[in-house]
DNA sequence: GTCTATAAAGAGATAGAC
DNA sequence: GTCTATCTCTTTATAGAC
């Protein structure tokens, strides 16, 4: 049996999960075209070249982060919907759940949303279906409030959820959880926005429920 | 006086406008980082060489076409609200100019937002500074309704302007001319969403303004 | 205003030792 | 599982001719 040296005392296992966050918080920072595999090493306290013994190439970790980011989001919505009877509390419920999901892999959905271009085509296609078919479950929590007559009929939900996606999404740009509002709070604030509208309350009897 | 070549008569002069749309059109398909001078280039039929006659460096490119995009749609959009007397139309102007001017130079707005961390950090303040600029003319048109009555004043300005500017700028990730809406149609969607909100009218009675 | 040629630096990825 | 060393390719940018 071989004595452990120095060396192998120093190894330390990286780990999938803590390969996948550094490689999004770089990718996030300086973009994944810039990103290098020598920062991403160093920041794992490792050299370049034992990164690849983790990962076949740098373009690998990309796809995994935006493929882990949307199955997640897209399984945590909708079971937190599937509970909820109301349609219009399950907008609520959806709008919750993203916001909370979302910030909680910051990193990983900022990369995600802002590195599609530079995957693979191949790998690209198969993403963007990952998209749609979450982009889809909005769209069915949307579409169930219209027929419940609990959300207005004269916007397509193509529109509505887009709208909702473009509110939601790009929050995690901007939002720093020591801004101000808490992630509940901003999620409660988008909500009322998006479903009861910016104007004054006062101001809506000027126009007729149609 | 010396003859004209071929040389000479090959010669055609770039242009600074011609130049800045082609580099925003590549920064836009392939991301900034990844577009090579030599990409550029042969998109406007000269050699990579060529280009440093008209610029010093490459980032000079995303430089400018940040300064730019940013600086007109502030000018075009503070002049068309200034005509305009109600404040809550001013909200609609607003959205519509914006959605105009963003998509009219949608290549380049979307460099804008997308590639901020690729500049420099003395340049990304300055166009950090310039973006938030025209946030405040934002912040100021929904701010002044907010204070005519005809917006809700329950949300603070800043997050009223952070969800109008998630609303419009974001469509351009996913706006396609021949997808369906025109601009203005898109404009007067997102409009009207922002301001009246998603949910059926009918349902507005159940809720008693404050 | 554009060219050819090339300098100089940095990138992703592999080989083989430990 | 990590290292050192290195290959190979690509990149930005410059020099100097036309």
Redesign the pocket.
């Known amino acids: 049996v071989r004595r452990r040296?120095a060396?192998d005392l120093a190894?330390?296992?990286?780990g999938n999960g803590k390969l996948l966050a550094a490689a999004a918080s770089l990718f996030r920072s300086t973009g994944y075209t810039a990103?290098?595999?020598?920062d991403l090493?160093g920041a794992l306290g490792?050299?370049?070249?034992?990164l690849?013994?983790?990962i076949g190439?740098?373009?690998d970790l990309l796809y995994q982060i935006c493929v882990d980011s949307l199955e997640r989001i897209r399984v945590v919505v909708r079971s937190s919907v599937a509970d909820e009877s109301d349609p219009l509390e399950a907008v609520r419920v959806m709008i919750r759940a993203h916001m909370a999901t979302a910030l909680a892999d910051t990193d990983m959905h900022f990369t995600m949303l802002s590195e599609l271009r530079s995957l693979s085509s191949g790998r690209r296609a198969k993403v963007v279906q990952l998209r749609d078919a979450y982009e889809a479950v909005v769209r069915g929590v949307i579409q169930r409030a219209q027929r419940a007559g609990s959300l207005r009929q004269d916007i397509r939900p193509k529109y509505m959820a887009l709208a909702v996606l473009n509110l939601l999404n790009w929050s995690i740009f901007w939002y720093r959880p020591r801004g101000g509002l808490s992630i509940d709070e901003l999620a409660e604030t988008l909500s009322e926005l998006f479903i009861d509208g910016a104007v004054d309350p006062r101001r809506r009897s000027t126009k007729r429920p149609r």
């Open positions: 040296s060396q190894s330390v296992d990286v990103a290098t595999t020598r090493a490792i050299k370049s070249a034992s690849y013994y983790h190439k740098k373009e």
